[in-house]
């Protein structure tokens, strides 16, 4: 019970640190990366928006609209911790912890859905955006959108006119939101009179699109750009629905270190005395004691409820993961896995068969994929490269990697062609599904694209202007292996920021 309570108490963890806002800025470094000079594509641009909890809103569209991410507020916050006193004076601990439990209920239960897989409550859902942004001069100021460093380099490059952002409940099953998407192309193409769009997708819009091109086909896509996507899975949701969860003091510090480097000697200090340790077994005898209450109160009728989540698990985990987290309850919920099963089914296990056919039919594909950041350090391969979010592995579809702080073996630095190595003996990408055309941004933040007009950007948009398939030889300051710094400047040499291992200071 223990695992698998934290299972789903850490789907709730890695919700809430996909939503963390993150705010684009006008690129104060200078860019060393000269763009190649390419015309600007006439296909209109749709941004295809990944998961974002401070998106969502309550009475969409209307004058009574307002933000619906948290119910917290510092009022019912504080009376929840004057009642603890008493709680623990009548009831002991037991009480106190259903104190806690109420109001932790109680901030997330209206993002929760129905045993259908249906928002629970019908008036929450995320903020649409339909049509060109030429309609949404306010848009660049919705401090929500992760994206918005790539959404104003857009309008810059392609104009407002020919540049949508596609806005989603990203907690719904993807063949309703595919659907959605695909009424969006067929906008665009209306308004904008041309034959294709060109798509990027970002994050959790990776299934989206993914889900797009398998019951809509590729004909009125002209090219697809993969941004830290999950169009292959994610390994933080795999691992916590099967229940695969390990809390490392070593990876807490790393992570911690990334998030506030000021306070970096601080983790280490607390990392060698063995404070992290002792921190991380607390959380597990409180899992032991009271973990069915957690389960059942909060876990299963807010997080466990979402088709998303499931839609992201390996398809080989899938079936794993379902009797983990619910036993012998998933009969309670046929509608949900109706859902779930569907797209895990006929989209997660094709997805290179639908990738390649798309690809086939002339569609230009390519993967951004970043590492060398921690990931949240709460389950079994959080240890391994990704972007803080999601992992390397994964969206680039299957690139052998290392951990983070650490180098590949010499066994598989030895895989397949040593020209898919980076010169940091981290990535081997030889075994990813599309090698030619993936590239690795070194110290890339999740979902690249925070900076207005970066190096990243213009490499992005020469992407996809690129009137054929361009692979990672194609152009010279543009390998395979790069290097970003703060400002999302590019470099061919790799260097930067190395996490390392156990605690050890940050070089």
């Known amino acids: 019970m223990k695992n698998r309570v934290f299972a789903l108490l850490l789907s709730f963890i890695l919700l809430f640190t996909c939503a963390l806002p993150a705010f684009a800025s006008k690129n104060t470094g200078v860019n060393q990366v000269e763009a190649p000079d390419l015309p600007v594509s006439d296909c209109p641009l749709i941004i ?10 309550r009475y969409a569209g209307t004058e009574r609209e307002e933000k619906a991410s948290i119910n917290f507020n510092l009022p019912d916050l504080l009376k929840a911790l004057g009642r603890l006193p008493a709680a623990f004076v009548t009831g002991g601990k037991d009480k106190a912890v259903d104190v ?20 629970a409550d019908p008036d929450v859902t995320m903020r649409v955006f339909e049509g060109s942004a030429a309609n949404y001069p306010d848009l660049p100021g919705e401090p929500s959108v992760r994206q918005l460093g790539l959404f104003k380099s857009a309008l810059n490059r392609y104009g407002a006119e020919n540049v949508y952002f596609f806005s989603y409940d990203w907690r719904l099953d993807t063949f309703g939101n595919a659907s959605l998407l695909a009424k969006e192309i067929d906008r665009a193409l209306e308004e904008t009179g041309e034959d294709q769009v060109n798509l990027i997708c970002c994050s959790m819009g990776g299934i989206v699109t993914l889900t797009y091109l398998t019951y809509y086909g590729s004909d009125k896509i002209r090219s697809l750009l993969s941004d830290s996507a999950t169009m292959n899975g994610a390994e933080c949701a795999t691992d916590v629905l099967c229940g695969d969860i390990l809390f490392d003091a070593a990876a807490v510090d790393r992570y911690l270190t990334r998030m506030v480097p000021a ?15 002792r921190l991380c077994k607390a959380l597990n005898r409180f899992a032991d004691d009271y973990g069915e209450e957690v389960y059942s109160r909060i876990l299963i009728p807010v997080f466990g409820t979402m088709p998303a989540f499931w839609e992201l698990c390996y398809p080989e985990k899938y079936e794993e993961a379902k009797r983990f987290a619910y036993g012998e309850d998933a009969g309670k919920w046929p509608a949900l896995f109706e859902k779930t099963d569907k797209i895990q089914r006929e989209v997660c296990a094709k997805k290179l068969e639908t990738l390649n056919a798309a690809m086939e039919n002339g569609m230009i594909f390519n993967v951004i994929a970043n ?12 240890g391994l490269q990704g972007d803080g979010i999601l992992e390397t592995r994964a969206m680039s ?5 290392s951990e983070v702080g650490k180098t590949l073996s010499e066994q598989e630095l030895s895989v397949g062609d040593a020209r898919y190595v980076s010169a940091d003996r981290c990535i081997n990408a030889s075994t990813a599904a599309f090698p030619d055309q993936t590239w ?3 110290d890339g933040e999740h979902i690249c694209g925070l900076v207005v007009d970066s190096d990243i950007m213009r490499f992005f948009f020469t992407l996809l202007d690129s009137p054929v398939q361009p692979t990672v030889d194609t152009w010279a300051q543009y390998p395979q292996f790069m290097q970003a710094d703060r400002y ?8 930067g920021k190395t996490f390392a291992a156990k605690g050890e200071p940050v070089c």
Request: with cysteine.
């Open 48 to 57: 295809v928006r990944g998961m974002q909890l401070n998106g969502m809103v």
């Open 100 to 119: 806690l439990l109420d109001y932790a209920y109680g901030l997330f239960a209206h993002l929760g859905c129905d045993e259908n897989g249906d928002p």
């Open 263 to 277: 306070l970096s000697p601080l983790f280490h200090g607390l990392y060698r005395t063995g404070a992290l340790g």
């Open 371 to 382: 590492y060398n950041t921690p990931n949240v350090p709460v389950y079994l391969n959080a």
């Open 397 to 401: 579809f299957g690139a052998t990697v």
């Open 440 to 442: 690795f941004i070194k």
């Open 488 to 495: 999302e400047g590019l470099s061919s040499a790799l260097s």
